[in-house]
């Protein structure tokens, strides 16, 4: 995303895409350009964007001329899934399957390891996905197959995201002209600039500084492991949370809104909360796709308070890899919101009968544990987290230190939420701002260029 | 409709059945019923209503207050 090519078509196609007079030639310019890009980044990925397109546009048609259309849904649904079992876990599987020829020593081996992964497929099953949903619930119309090809490959959101919505996006593209306002580019220039320094100047320089200690917990200090495993949470948020700045940015250069994917998610006070301010745009899905037709499935209670969220989150875990340790993440989470969720129903059972009296103690705790909760998670989730794991908490310095850093976040809990809160609200942003942040971040792009860990989703 | 939401919103998910709300209260951007509740609320309005609302409806956007959510189930 932070490179050559994709800042020389954002320049290009935008000074081209203000300077035509129609939205319908605007949105094949954007098209275009999108489609070069995905080109350029990788011709695999291009063949497949397109070949998907074409694939979901036909099911959308179906779906929305035929009255029995439950199984071409389900057919669409599937198509799209295997695409990306294919390219994204057949690797993972190949790789179970080799183990199994070796323990045979029988049968010839086969390998698809070297399967690349196309861009972006992890984002465009789901936008499509979500498309053919839509149509069945009769929430959208197909739209134009020009519309939908731009829907798909639009190059600002293309690599990672945020996951939009057809029915966000398709007005928009529907516009008869988009008009022109400085305001658009002034602040899609300046989410652009604080994108590239979250990414630039904080993220990539804390992962600078821990990869050590994650690479090598046993020769640190675990309470530097603890602060590593601490770093590692702002690292990926800020990483991340860059990323989606510079693609909501570039957007908004052409006059296109799309949707926020971070709402200051280290703030929230439980875990359900997390997840309407984490990744927004993803876990938006997962409820609207995953969590309520699971969830509609039974009403029993040990259903839907104990498996749907597991499931659901161990899911969201598979979908950024086929690999153990983003399953284990997402059902941590998956754990965390069905004890938050029965916490909640006792809460009210309790509150009814007027005999809840900790209510203070729970508001002291709540942001502390969430943060530490959410760290934790992040042990799984980045290589290597098991000794890291093994390093702090079989240890009693580092148990002892995490009990004081819980401490101190409860402490710190009384005033840091609101005074960062407050700090936000306080920043009067002014030009000179943008030109001073893009001074530092050339400055650290010389000095490290890593990619954006989502990307690789 | 709008008082029989009330009344099962009320009954079934606040914590405290004495808060007061009425038809123009935020209930998912305040915090009143999250998505486990939104679960059941779903199956409510279908049981008794017999529409049933797409999960990309129940959103804070557009199904926050039980006037939005009677808007919503006209629709459908």
Redesign the interface.
Known sequence: MISFEFFAILGLSLVLYWLLPAQRARNLLLSAASLLFIWLLDHQSLVVVLALTLFSYGMGQAIYRLKRNSWVHVLGVIGILASLIFFKYLGFLAGLFDSLYIFLEALPRFSLHHLLLPLGLSYIAFKQI?YL??IK?K?VKPGSFADFLLYNSLFTIFLAGPIE?F?RLNPQFQSPRIPFKKADLELGSRRIVIGLFKKLVFADWLGFFISGIWNNPSQYHPGLALLAVFGYAFQIYLDFAGYSDIAIGASRLFGLRVMENFDRPYLATNI??FWRRWHISLS?FI???I???L??LS?NKVW??GFVPVIAMGLCGLWHGADSRYLIWGIWHGLGLSVY?IF?QL??RL??RKMLKFNAFFAAIAWPLTFMFVSLGWLSFRAFGLPMARHIFFSFEGLTLTLISFLLLIFLGRWLPAFLLDIGARIRWRPAFTLYLLLICLICYSALNTEFIYAAF | MEAQLLEFIRDE?????ETEIDADTKLISG?FI???SL?SL??YIEREFGKRI??????AESFDTIKQMVQIIQQF
Do not use: C, H, M, N
């Open positions: 979500s949903s839509d619930w929430l919505r029915e359900s909360q938006d409820r609207d796709y969590f309520f037709p969830s509609r009403s839907l308070l969720q909640q809460k009210r509150g009814k | 998910f606040l914590d405290d059945p915090g999250d998505s486990f679960v779903q199956s797409p999960a990309p409806r129940i959103t």
